[in-house]
């Protein structure tokens, strides 16, 4: 799978777990997560190439308890491993 369409899945994976997305022009300074007045963003800077945007959603997911009970592509499983209980 081709890592645009890697990213795209993994955008519409944290739309399904609540977050609003913004993709912008952040003169390439990342973006990433927080939260305004109680709703969940993920900032994506489009001056980053796609792996790297791809690289910072995957973080979010990976720090996000539920995106393993979502119905992933396999390539995109992959890169966001279940947590193993302690």
Do not use: N
Not at 37 to 46: N, T
């Amino acid at each position: 799978m081709h890592t645009a369409d890697l990213l795209d899945h993994a955008l519409r994976a944290a739309e399904r777990l609540g977050y609003k997305i913004r993709q912008e022009w952040l003169g390439g300074s990342g973006g990433g997560d927080c939260e305004i007045q109680g709703q969940k963003w993920i900032f994506v800077d489009l001056a980053l190439s796609p792996p790297d945007q791809l690289q910072l959603v995957v973080e979010v997911l990976r720090r996000e308890p539920r995106a393993t009970t979502l119905d992933l592509t396999p390539s995109l499983k992959r890169l966001i491993p279940e947590k193993k209980a302690a």
